[in-house]
């Protein structure tokens, strides 16, 4: 702990890893796949009553209205859990943001649902690192802060429900939470060699909506018009849209019927990741001319659903002090600390967007999230918290990053 001052030392030596530990356990048995409603509550829950433990009032918030595209073309909106909001000491003279989310990628019925303890010092489960981890994480280096005393730093806390499909109902939640914060943190895991995530390109997905008209694929072909053809066509010139600094992803089509049927409807489901804010006006123009030209050239009507959720999250001047804050503080606790650019999206890209410092990578150490062989590397869950609670103290100390 070398650089470090005994406030500070006294400051990371009040977390409990043993503590952290059995609130992942705890957390992880609980399946909070975003669809899964009654899950995610049961986990707002269980985050409600943890963070009490700090100052300040929590509330449940209601999520933003969100529309979806179903295989029949039909618009419908899509429910979404609540989110918790924490505020402390709104009005103090320096105010962060701490972010994570509740939901995991892994659906009730999944059969990834427990909990390993393996002899390398990991725990393999749902959720574990990705990021119930990084919660626990958060809470314990707040908890540390807050015990040091913290009179003049005020910060929200936001865990949202819905980050791992994109955070549509929860976007407005964090712009307002981030307005007059110097800097934030979010709790995404870094990878298991500690290495955090840098420069992020962005996310937009799209379902496109193509209506044609039927007929019979033989007696008169000729007067149906072929939603799947059409659809074909757009996810082809689309496709050949991407290059250097974005990348299209014609991923599915959902439509047709009985193969004597010409199909009048087809969805094209595309995804995009603009990697500057200048690839996003390329990809919009390339969907407004590529569905003007199929529209006419195959006599469809088109619909476009869905929009650039995700902004792309460059390393500006900004981002640059607080990455070097947060390496100062891991070299005291001697740790190297390197980051590196990634084609992932997470909230730190919203957060960015509305003009805040975030390093979003501050969770526990592990890998191979988003599959069944998901784990967390137990000594991270102290070593993290350690890294946050210095970071955070130094901010306050100087009133930026």
């Not at 859990?81 to 939901?103: K, Y």
């Not at 819905?162 to 914060?181: F, I, K, M, N, P």
């Not at 900004?318 to 740790?335: H, I, K, M, S, T």
């Not at 190297?336 to 410092?357: E, F, H, K, L, M």
Request: aromatic share 4%.
């Amino acid at each position: 702990m070398r650089g470090m001052s005994n406030d500070e030392r006294a400051l990371v030596e009040r977390i409990d890893q043993a503590a952290m530990l059995a609130q992942v356990e705890r957390w992880a048995a609980v399946n909070s796949g975003t669809r899964n409603l009654a899950g995610v509550g049961q986990m707002a829950a269980l985050l409600a009553d943890a963070f009490a433990v700090l100052p300040g009032e929590i509330a449940m918030v209601e999520p933003e209205p969100v529309e979806a595209v179903a295989a029949d073309g039909s618009v419908a909106a899509l429910a979404h859990g609540h989110h918790l909001h924490l505020r402390v000491r709104p009005e103090a003279p320096v105010r962060m943001l701490f972010t994570g989310h509740m939901d995991t990628v892994y659906p009730v019925d999944h059969p990834f649902q427990t909990l390993t303890h393996r002899d390398d010092g990991t725990i393999n489960g749902p959720g574990t690192a990705d990021m119930k981890g990084g919660l626990a994480v958060m809470l314990a280096a707040l908890t540390a802060v807050e015990a040091a005393g913290a009179d003049s730093f005020g910060y929200d806390v936001v865990i949202n429900s819905d980050e791992e499909t994109g955070s549509l109902s929860s976007a407005g939640l964090l712009a307002t939470a981030a307005r007059g914060a110097v800097a934030a943190l979010t709790y995404e895991p870094a990878l298991a060699d500690g290495t955090l995530a840098g420069a992020r390109g962005g996310t937009g997905n799209f379902s496109i909506v193509i209506r044609g008209r039927s007929a019979h694929a033989g007696r008169n072909p000729e007067e149906g018009r072929n939603a799947i053809v059409a659809a074909a066509a757009l996810a082809v010139r689309l496709a050949e849209a991407g290059g250097p600094g974005l990348s299209v992803n014609p991923a599915r089509i959902d439509g047709g019927g009985p193969n004597n049927v010409v199909p009048d409807l087809a969805i094209l489901r595309v995804n995009f990741r603009p990697a500057a804010a200048d690839a996003i006006a390329r990809a919009q123009a390339a969907i407004d001319d590529s569905v003007a030209a199929v529209a006419a050239a195959h006599d469809v009507r088109i619909e476009v659903h869905g929009r650039f959720n995700r902004p792309p999250k460059p390393i500006d001047p900004g981002a640059e002090r607080l990455f070097a804050c947060v390496a100062d503080a891991g070299a005291d606790l001697g740790l190297s600390i390197g980051w590196r650019a990634t084609g992932g999206v997470c909230d730190g890209n919203n957060i960015a967007a509305a003009g805040v410092p975030v390093v979003d990578t501050m969770g526990v150490r592990g890998g191979a999230i988003h599959s069944t062989d998901e784990f967390m590397i137990v000594d991270s869950l102290a070593e993290r918290a350690a890294l946050s609670a210095l970071t955070i103290s130094r901010i306050v100390q100087r009133g930026r990053p």
